[in-house]
DNA sequence: CTGTTAGCGCTTTCAG
DNA sequence: CTGAAAGCGCTAACAG
């Protein structure tokens, strides 16, 4: 569609709905006027006789009469409609924040109207788009890796917007979201305490991304605080299968040799590859005088959908037990995880979405503040994969 | 909220949102009158000299002008809204189905609404009285497990309706979803096939949803047509801890029992359980002298939230190699299935989805046909937990 | 306490 | 080809 405002002409002659009842229809009925009737509605309803009243509560009931929340809309300028625009829903953090911006709405009287982009940026455009044709007092976003160019209709001077998970470059609005510095730092700090001394930040690509960015930030400033230990990022593209298999192909080699060198248990080709490339540099004396020694290399998943597919990858390779060869832990925490036994950071994802909703609130009623960040604290929860 | 016509007066007196350009200033800016500028936002372009055209659409771009759905929609008498009602988006399932929906409606020029009801009747009554007051065009349920009451507003009299996964028992509507008939005996003849002589079909409360009856019904009758093998139903009331509890004792107890009767390699105490109630009537002879020999027990699980409650308990029980002891078998295929390396039927859900919408779409253009049914096949997916 | 009168932003006859 | 006028269903002054 070239002009988005032109729309093609109905395909069909409206066939007409069952009309439903309207004010009139219930002034008509309750014999009084459109008046008395909207003051029913909207609860002024101190001012009106007893008497009245009961005949319109009458005539409601007798007409199965709901209001029409369009004509009330276009009247008062308001329509308690927001926007919700989702990047991914098959992501379990989306749906675990949807499930705290329903909350949120219901207490307050709005209605969200959920989007879904699935992850295509012109889906992201063409929902933008109708939101604000349908004049919804607000949106929030859990933004693609956009900039200012197809959010240019919110924020600043168009309709009051709160970010959720991500910040946008050219766009100044609320935001909510984990404090992805200190998780990350949680993760870090978590891996080297329980001895592992190589250690592997894998990622999506993160150029557009605020969060992902922060998180492989914070990891790399973790890592170079201690020295001993080797950390590296890994950026998995898991929208490109080739990108995929040379990434993970990376890995494995560097498991491989890992693996080879440091587990005296498994004493087929200990001397061989001694010399491996990648594990050269650990000093084996870190890991202190367990029955079972660790894995050595530890994978720091930056979002659950990167977990997966690791864990689906290592699985194939090393079997049900690979757990036992390669630790892995994941910032966001699907419901898989405890029977894949991974460490975890659970995001507070109702609360992220539970305070998005009221930060729009707040906007939306004309409360003046500057733009705000809400930076919510992640948990550890430790499980077998990195644990002892 | 005793009377749901009335709503709570507005706290706030609603301060003006930034004012958006109406009809009527574009038509200023243009020097012309209303109508042309409708005329042209619906596409009657051929009615238009080329010179208006041109001064309508500049007027369009200065302004930046995006028509009032609301307002079309009023004066139409239409507004290509839909409502998507969903029981439970934390359903892997639902979100697939989702997917199948919004292509649907991108592709018919629809814009659902999407209603998650999260599993709580009372949200779902909520949101279909929500949208029968916005006046969407039609509603996709799939329902809770509800009657009549809370669904009176849509199908017959009300606003077309179609039913997606689960049909309901006053109301007749178009309904599309899995066939569940045929996937449940497709699954247990697989079981049957694989060797298992003792198979759970494991289920939540199914009085109230279609689906499970169907699912539980057909796997009886598949097993009763086998002699030699015995089958269960297992009723696990996910939202009841204490009912899963003791659901999951009656099955460890029966796991035990054939565990310790049939596996020859754990020499601990077979003799003292031989006698073990459950495994009595199973004959030792079906097994063929495989290395490893069969778990005896399988469990179909009837959708996915069930089989991940069972994957957990298992693997709390067994650790990591609870696939060895315990065959198991699900409806549905999340994420997670590969991974735990669990058979699976999977449904066509996108499908599901799409073809819902086109039922809804024929239904709202007024097609006239009487209530369908169009039942979907499902397709098994062997891994290794129930294979060889 | 109650009804009359204007519109909200748009589409749609019906005349030019 | 173009525009004026009459509403869609509802709310909000403004009088009774």
Redesign the interface.
């Known amino acids: 569609m070239t ?1 988005p ?8 002659p ?5 009309r ?1 009842a309207t004010i009139t229809d219930v002034a008509r009925e309750a014999g009084t006027g459109k008046t008395s009737i909207s003051r ?5 309803t101190s001012v009106l006789s007893p008497e009245l009243r009961a005949r319109i ?1 009458a005539a ?1 009931a007798r007409l199965d ?7 009330r ?2 009247k ?4 308690r409609l927001i926007g919700m625009l989702l990047a991914d ?2 992501n379990p953090y989306t ?1 675990e924040v ?2 705290g911006v ?1 909350a949120a709405c219901h207490a307050l ?1 709005l ?1 969200p ?2 989007c ?1 982009a ?1 992850n295509e940026v012109e889906m992201e455009r063409r929902y933008l ?2 939101l ?4 919804v ?1 607000g949106v929030i976003v859990n933004a693609l890796g956009v900039r200012e160019e197809t959010l240019r209709p919110v924020g600043d ?3 009051p917007a709160v970010l959720v998970d991500r910040s946008v470059d050219g766009l100044v609005a609320d935001m909510v979201g984990l404090d992805n510095r200190a998780a990350a730092e949680l993760g870090t700090r978590h891996l080297l305490e329980q001895g592992f001394d190589d250690i592997w930040f894998v990622v999506q690509p993160f150029e557009q991304v605020s969060s992902r960015q922060l998180r492989e930030l914070a990891f790399r400033d973790a890592m170079r605080a201690q020295r001993a230990a080797r950390g590296r990022t890994l950026v998995l593209n898991l929208a490109d299968a080739a990108d995929v298999e040379r990434g993970l192909a990376e890995l494995d080699r560097a498991i491989d040799a890992a693996g080879s060198d440091g587990d005296v248990a498994s004493a087929t080709n200990a001397a061989s590859s001694a010399n491996a490339t990648n594990a050269a540099n650990a000093s084996p004396a870190d890991n202190p005088g367990n029955s079972t020694p660790l894995p050595r290399i530890a994978l720091f998943a930056a979002n659950a959908p990167v977990a ?1 597919r690791l ?2 990858h290592l ?1 194939a390779r090393y079997g ?2 690979w ?1 036992a060869r390669v630790a892995l832990l994941s910032i966001d925490d ?3 995880a ?4 991974i460490t975890t950071i659970r995001q507070p994802t109702y609360d992220i979405g539970y305070r998005a909703v009221e930060f729009l609130h707040e906007r939306i ?2 409360v003046p503040t500057t733009a705000r960040d809400c930076l919510l604290p992640g948990e550890l929860i430790v499980r077998a994969s990195t644990s002892r």
Chains 1, 2 share one sequence.
């Open positions: 002009d405002t032109r729309e093609a002409p109905l395909t069909t409206p066939p007409p709905l069952p439903r029913y509605l909207n609860g002024e509560e409601i009469y709901q209001p029409n929340q369009m004509a809309g276009l008062r300028g308001r329509n829903l098959t749906v949807l499930q329903e009287g209605m109207l959920i879904h699935a788009q109708l604000t044709t349908y004049r007092e001077g168009g309709i997966l864990a689906l699985k049900v037990g757990q699907p419901d898989w405890e029977l894949a036994g009623e004309g």
